[in-house]
């Protein structure tokens, strides 16, 4: 391993890469169900609950590419060596993030994120590359550098998003044009390609193998023998006792969770006349900016000191509680008192910044003591986590789609409340787990 113990720049590149794939993922968040919804105008889909369904869609296809195309990266990473996929990920996303900004269709936004979903399966070889190479000291502290750069990318995407969208009246001067009025969504995509592109030629003039070729051992398998070991871990994990109760309870919580990536900024940008609070894509891009720094400082610096006062099953149990709290209460934010929506958005980054750390400890405390290969069930819990992540948008957008116009007990609330009904089934699973509390 020729790059083992080298230390600082291969980091550094990792970190960019990973943090630059969370940029990818959340810097369409707080504009993408404006672009959607006027996309489907022009494609001639003036029904509002078929219009806004698209924007689901258009969130779960980069997750379903990314469920595919994980496994399948990570084969070719062992027999190809790490560095060229993590560069074909950097390449992928310096070009299909600017062809998402210049989408004219419904069709073409959905091959342009579903082939940047494709790109971005790399994070899980950016993991495998610090396990290559970290003495076992480092691992620990160099994947908590990598978590750093998802709630970074996860802080700073949206705000990107927000603050450069729609420039020919947000920003003005050079950007007063019919260029950008016509492509109002292009800036923040195209500045995601520009930092992608800074990246893959640092990667590729700094980034080492971090396995020496000659150690590859080439193999006869399928590149699709990924994929179908992520399907064999999956349905293998499920018999397990106490581990398939953790994995299951992080599924329902992903999907609780993901449901409000189309719903919330479809909820925010209604019209105070209909319910909604009228915020346009820079204030929506505030909160989930807001949200991601909540979650930054938890998981950064709150959450290695609570965990040593409180019993891990009671803390995962509360994170919860005040997420899903947090998620159900957003519908009902008057929108003369806006601000309270920060109140609920705090219980979710809070909620999810407990429950996400103390669950992957239990999840490997459990997994240890009882014997079980603890890289398979990690790879389990991921292939569950990406299905939640595909079935929670496209869940949330159909209940919207069915119920936006609707009345008395169906209404745009409807969404919210299903979402808070998962994380209520998701705390009462969690509660077979206080009988044991060996782990604090």
Not at 139 to 157: N, Q, T, W
Not at 173 to 189: H, S
Not at 239 to 268: A, E, Q
Request: hydrophobic letters at 50%; glycine letters at 12%.
């Amino acid at each position: 391993m020729p790059t083992q113990g080298s230390g600082r720049s291969p980091m550094l590149i990792l970190f960019l890469v990973v943090f630059i794939d969370m940029i990818g993922f959340t810097i369409v968040i707080p504009f993408l169900t404006y672009f959607v919804q006027d996309l489907a105008t022009a494609d001639g889909i003036m029904d509002t609950g078929k219009r806004d369904l698209w924007v689901g869609v258009i969130i779960s296809v980069y997750s379903f590419a990314q469920f595919i195309f994980t496994p399948i990266l990570g084969s070719l990473s062992d027999r190809l060596g790490r560095r060229p996929i993590l560069l074909f990920g950097l390449v992928m996303n310096t070009i299909f993030f600017t062809v998402f900004g210049l989408s004219g269709s419904l069709m073409m936004a959905i091959l342009a994120r579903f082939l940047a979903g494709a790109g971005n399966g790399n994070i899980a070889v950016a993991r495998a590359y610090i396990g290559d190479i970290s003495e076992p000291s480092k691992v620990a502290s160099r994947m908590g550098a990598i978590g750093a750069a998802f709630g970074l990318g996860f802080m700073i995407g949206p705000f990107i998003g927000g603050l450069l969208s729609n420039p020919a009246t947000g920003i003005g001067g050079p950007f007063d044009n019919a260029f950008w009025i016509k492509y109002p969504y292009l800036l923040p995509c195209l500045l995601s390609s520009l930092l992608s592109l800074i990246s893959l030629v640092i990667a590729i003039l700094k980034l080492p193998e971090s396995v020496g070729l000659k150690l590859i051992k080439p193999k006869h398998d399928g590149i699709f023998v990924g994929l179908f070991g992520v399907f064999k871990d999956i349905n293998k994990v499920i018999k397990l006792p106490v581990i398939s109760t953790l994995i299951i309870t992080n599924f329902l919580f992903i999907m609780g969770f993901s449901m409000i990536h189309g719903i919330f900024i479809l909820f925010t940008a209604m019209s105070p006349e209909d319910g909604g609070l009228g915020f346009d894509a820079m204030e929506n891009g505030w909160v989930f900016a807001f949200i991601g720094l909540l979650g930054v400082i938890v998981q950064g610096g709150l959450i290695g000191k609570i965990t040593k006062i409180f019993d891990l099953r009671k803390l995962m149990i509360f994170g919860t509680v005040i997420c899903g709290l947090g998620i159900a209460s957003i519908p009902y934010v008057p929108s003369q008192m806006s601000w309270i929506i920060f109140i609920s958005s705090s219980l979710i980054a809070v909620g999810n910044g407990i429950f996400s750390p103390t669950q992957s400890s239990l999840l490997t405390f459990e997994s240890s003591d009882r014997g079980y290969e603890l890289g398979m069930i990690m790879g389990a819990q991921e292939g569950y986590g990406a299905l939640a992540r595909i079935f929670g948008p496209l869940l949330a957008a159909y209940l919207w789609s069915l119920t936006v116009e609707g009345s008395g007990l169906w209404t745009y609330h409807t969404s919210f409340r299903v979402a808070g009904f998962i994380f209520i089934i998701a705390a009462i699973l969690q509660f077979k787990l206080l009988k044991n509390s060996k782990y604090q």
